[in-house]
């Protein structure tokens, strides 16, 4: 059974840092990307940053470059997301996701969500 375990949300001040983790089981960890995914209330799902363990490529949004970092331990299968300079406006409830690609040409950032864990929520207050 394909799992994605997700934890390390919490409240905390604007400026501050949180780092999430991401605990992957029933599938090949080496053969996918793992990616991080923010909803905030009101808005549609994004993708924040994804990486694949095998080769530590990694790609991140627009919003988040300069600030978050990914990263993973292959052997504990977990995926990180150090976040830090925190914003009020990255409120919101964090996934995790096993990613895959879609064709011979896709980079990890153009990798695709097929499995989902469930939600960990960051609130940044002003």
């Known amino acids: 059974e394909v799992q994605l375990q997700a934890s390390g949300g919490g409240l905390v001040q604007a400026g501050e840092s949180l780092r999430l983790s991401c605990s992957a089981s029933?599938?090949?960890?080496?053969?996918?990307?793992i990616g991080w995914f923010r909803q905030a209330p009101g808005k549609e799902r994004e993708g924040v940053s994804h990486i694949t363990p095998i080769d530590g490529d990694t790609y991140y949004a627009d919003s988040v470059k300069g600030r978050f970092t990914i990263s993973s331990d292959n052997a504990k299968r977990t995926v990180y997301l150090q976040m830090r300079s925190l914003k009020p406006e990255d409120t919101a409830v964090y996934y995790c996701?096993?990613?895959?690609?879609?064709?011979?040409?896709?980079?990890?950032?153009?990798?695709?969500?097929?499995?989902w864990g469930q939600g960990t929520l960051v609130t940044v207050s002003s």
């Open positions: 029933g599938f090949s960890f080496a053969d996918y990307g």
């Open positions: 996701a096993a990613l895959g690609p879609n064709g011979p040409d896709d980079t990890v950032a153009t990798y695709r969500p097929w499995a």
